[in-house]
Structure formats: C-alpha cells, structure tokens
C-alpha cells in the first residue's frame, strides 16, 4: 500500500546508481519531507527513521513510456489512480498513458483532463495523444494543440494508422514538435483475424495465426517514412526477429528511429498458449524462442532502446470469454522489473544495464530531463534488491485487473520500495 514517507528518513549503506551517467557509488542519503538533503556522509539524526540498504541498489524511480489506464471510460478495468498504485508497486513514478480510452484523447481537453486529474497522485502521468481523430486513421488530431496541452508523444496505440499517406502526414506534422511518433505496428490484412502467432503451433492449437510479417511489413513501411520524411519514429512492442533486423539496419543509416520492447515479449513465448490461457492473448502476440533471443540481442546491442510495460488492464468477466473474442492484453506494471531482470540477467546483462533500460533510455525518447539522484531534488527513487528470489502472486498485483500470465513465475531480482516525492510503496 502507498503510506506517507516518515519526515526524516535515512538510507544506509546502500549503492546509489546514476543511470544518466553510469556511474555508482555507495552513499548514504538524507530525505527530509520527501526531498532529498544530504547524500555521502549524512549525520545521526534521533528523529530520523533508518532503512538499512547494504547489498542494495537505489535508483532513480522508473519510468514507463506504454501503458494503458483506462480513464476516462473503462474505469473497472483501471482508473489513473488505481494505475498509479500499480505503477508505484513495480517501482515506476512516471508513466505515459495511452490514448486508446473511451473516448480516445483525441484533442487538448482530454490531454489537460489527465494531467489535471493526475496531478495529486503519488507518480507522474504524462498523456500521449491520438495521431488520429478518433483513432479512425483517416484524419489527423490537433497534434500542436494536445502537445501545447501537454501530451509528449502521438500514437493510435491499438490500433495501426494503416493509410500510409495519413502516416506520412503525421510523421510531417509531429516533427515541429520533436516527439515520437509510435505507430502499432501490425498491418491489419496481414493479420487476417489471426489470435496468436501464425506457426505450426497455432494450427496444433486450432486457433487463426497471425504471421510476424504483418508486423515487420508496417515496421518496415514505417522506417521508410520515416527516413523520406525525416521524421522520428518510435516503433512500440516489437515482437519479431525480422522486426529487430530492420530496426538495425535503418539504425545504421542514422534515420530517427527509437523502438521498445515489452517484457512479455522477451520473457514468455507462444508456448504460453498451451493451456488457451487468455491473459496471453496480446497484441502483438507472444512469438517464439528464436523472436525472443533476437529481441534481447537487439537490447543488448542497441537496436532496442528500452522496455516499456503496455500494461493493458482487461476484466475477469473480457478475459474468461473463450480464445477468439476475448480482448488483447496483459497487466505488467508489477512484474515487469523483476520479470525483465530475471531474463537478462540470465542472457548476461547487468542490474544496472536492465535499470538503464527502465529510466535514462525511455527519458531520452521522451525528452525527460535527464536526472539522477540529486541533493534538493524530490526523492524519486527505488531501493532495489537484485538478487531476492521470490514467486510472483496475486498478492504483489495492486492494479484493478488482475490479467496477468506471471503469476506463478519466479523471479530473481526485487523493487523493496518506492519513494516519490512524500510518498512511499513497500513490498
Ligand atoms: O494487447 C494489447 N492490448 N495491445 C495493444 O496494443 C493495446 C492493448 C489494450 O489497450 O488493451
């Protein structure tokens, strides 16, 4: 649960990370009325309540380019606050929300509804807008007018902008404003229907596939925009080894593109189907063993800037319709630290590569300031324990939809807390 932070609070001995610099050093710190006052030698203080963090990693808070919460609209499956909660209970304190509510935030009302309902909770919600009006795909948004309201980035997130011309015209529009530009990727007649991913599996299974082309044609169409335009993609979820390949290969040409990957997609395959288990069902769908290893080699590597959750709230009573009608989508607020670290660290990255991927990269695509953890700055961090073991159950998910396919798995790698601002989350 959130509870309020003591007014002195000193962490001890604990590794403090900049991720911005890469750089680490053990330290201890003040935080005084959620601010933090001293770090390095901090004196005794009676008053003061002591964590002791030895062996432990602090970090700045994470952050999450890709999420879903639902408001306004669907507010059983997630409202801003219960997000939030979610949010702070997997160590992030920024998240950006989606357009794709109900209806869209398809105009400057709705981006400055979300940040003005947001503005008291305990993390920091940043709207994306529609790329399109309505998310029909045919007729641009106000982009200028929702990102003087406030939004950070455009996308119809759910839903492909299929007409390339309308995608040209946004990738013109939007560079005035140097956001991204994130298109879902999945070209919808390639997809054909398809509920998971196209392969000998899904026919054993006897569900419609839907083919990694339908992603890696719109990527790639995407980047050729984007390299005609000069204007700056962010490509979200790529779930394929043919997807990474383009992305590296347009990397190298300098164009302005920058692309996510969920920790779904890196850590569970189509085998997750096995059981016709629904929480798997997500667009783009889990793919196989050879996807996953091509998607933490493009991590490792650069190809890949970051992680982001699409955490996509859905009800119990969408989820138990049977495979084909029920809706795309999975929580990951949660687990997707844990779930991301235990993945790469078993491919041989470091605790700090995978906060990296969590805070300095998704700042850099969004055009967050750059911060590590500074004395007078809000206390914005997480205490981290990389090497605690632990089982992820329905007891760790504080989202207001419990669709999650982690439950059950073991994790190596543990947020103990999360601080933003006077606020604080305890595992
Ligand atoms: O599986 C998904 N669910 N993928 C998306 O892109 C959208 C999301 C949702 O909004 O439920």
Redesign the pocket.
């Known amino acids: 649960m959130i509870s309020k932070l003591p007014a002195s609070l000193i962490l001890e001995g604990g590794n403090l990370y900049d991720p911005f610099s890469d750089t680490s050093v053990k330290a201890n710190l003040l935080i005084h009325n959620g601010v933090i006052k001293q770090i390095g030698k901090v004196k005794p203080d009676k008053l003061a309540k002591v964590i002791d963090c030895t062996n432990k990693i602090i970090t700045p808070g994470f952050i999450d380019i890709h999420a879903?919460f639902r408001e306004p609209g669907r507010e059983d499956k997630e409202t801003l606050e219960t997000g939030a909660l979610a949010a702070m209970a997997g160590g992030f304190t920024t998240v950006c929300v989606?357009p794709?509510t109900d209806p869209p935030l398809d105009n400057p009302e709705s981006i400055r509804y979300i940040i003005e309902k947001s503005a008291d909770l305990p993390i920091t919600i940043h709207p994306i807008g529609t790329i399109t009006l309505g998310q029909k795909g045919e007729e641009l948004a106000e982009i200028g007018e929702m990102v003087a309201a406030g939004a950070v980035a455009v996308s119809d997130?759910?839903?492909p902008v299929q007409n390339g011309q309308v995608f040209r015209y946004a990738l013109e529009y939007a560079q005035k404003y140097n956001i991204p530009v994130i298109n879902?990727a999945e070209d919808i007649p390639l997809r054909n229907d398809g509920v998971m991913n196209e392969s000998a599996f899904s026919t054993r299974l006897g569900l419609p596939g839907n083919p990694d082309i339908s992603e890696s044609v719109m990527v790639f169409r995407d980047l050729e925009l984007a390299d005609y335009t000069g204007g700056r993609i962010h490509v979200?979820?790529v779930s394929t080894k043919r997807s990474v390949e383009l992305i590296r290969r347009y990397k190298a040409k300098n164009i302005q593109v920058t692309a996510e990957v969920t920790p779904h997609h890196i850590g569970l395959t189509q085998e997750a189907l096995r059981e016709y288990d629904t929480h798997a069902?997500?667009?783009?769908p889990l793919r196989t063993k050879t996807d996953t290893e091509a998607l933490i080699e493009g991590l490792l590597d650069g190809t890949i800037d970051c992680i982001a959750t699409?955490h996509?709230?859905?009800t119990i009573e969408e989820k138990e319709m049977n495979f084909i009608h029920a809706?795309?989508?999975?929580i990951g607020l949660e687990s997707a630290f844990a779930l991301s670290h235990t993945v790469l660290r078993q491919a041989g990255a470091s605790t700090e590569k995978v906060i990296q991927w969590l805070t300095s990269k998704p700042a850099r695509i969004m055009n967050f300031p750059l911060n590590g953890i500074e004395e007078n700055s809000p206390a914005n961090l997480n205490i981290i324990d990389p090497e605690e073991e632990w089982e992820f159950k329905p007891e760790h998910i504080h989202s207001r939809s419990k669709n999650s396919p982690m439950l059950g798995m073991k994790f190596k790698g543990r947020i103990q807390q999360t601080i933003s601002g006077k606020k604080s989350f305890k595992s």
Request: aromatic fraction near 0%; charge should be negative.
């Open positions: 879903h989606m794709n997130d759910g839903l879902h979200p979820h069902k997500v667009a783009p699409d996509a709230p859905h809706p795309c989508g999975m």
